[in-house]
């Protein structure tokens, strides 16, 4: 048979390990949790459900100094890959919050609207604290579905990263997202960020 396949229209998911997380993870809790302590209220009506969603302005503070740099280098991977005009419009940081999710809570499916990506990185999780998952984004791919003998990234309809400390995932703004409830014991604590353009003269 003469042919063969093209793929298109797919979306990725960025992942990456930072080399020293034991310190920075270690530095982030205290002053995230001493900024929960002076706002124990936290920003409201965002997706978190029972858990504490803090200003989303921290990476403007020294603190993050070392989390920004390596929110950076990985937004520049994904940027590369992606082909984005830099001599146009280079990415920025435009927000940046911490979550505290307690047992019980978690995050409704949600996007990030104005801005291009968008990510996590785990402060403090144990594999039963609440996976973040990801849905297809096809309406049309999932109205119905044959039968399968197993799936595929074609063929996945729902895919689900479980947190680990020092991970950090980024990922399309447009593709629905939400947070696993946290079924143990110990608070689920990440940071997110949503990255915009600065568009240059």
Aim: charged share 20%; aromatic share 12%.
């Amino acid at each position: 048979m003469i042919g063969g396949r093209e793929d298109w229209f797919p979306t990725s998911v960025w992942g990456f390990e930072h080399p020293e997380a034991g310190p920075l993870n270690a530095s982030l809790l205290r002053f995230i949790l001493a900024e929960r302590d002076t706002d124990p209220c936290g920003l409201a009506d965002r997706s978190t459900v029972l858990g504490w969603h803090s200003r989303d302005d921290l990476h403007r503070g020294a603190e993050f100094a070392p989390l920004v740099q390596f929110i950076e280098a990985g937004v520049a991977e994904a940027v590369r890959f992606q082909k984005w005009d830099v001599k146009q419009a280079a990415p920025i940081i435009a927000s940046c919050w911490a979550n505290v999710n307690g047992p019980g809570a978690s995050n409704v499916v949600h996007t990030h609207p104005h801005c291009f990506l968008s990510g996590v990185y785990y402060v403090q999780a144990r594999a039963d604290s609440g996976a973040i998952f990801f849905l297809d984004p096809r309406p049309a791919a999932v109205m119905i579905a044959p039968p399968m003998t197993e799936f595929t990234p074609w063929t996945f309809q729902r895919v689900r990263y479980e947190p680990k400390p020092g991970r950090m995932l980024i990922f399309p703004s447009w593709l629905q997202h939400g947070v696993e409830p946290n079924r143990g014991a110990d608070d689920r604590i990440c940071v997110s960020f949503n990255i915009g353009l600065k568009w240059k003269d």
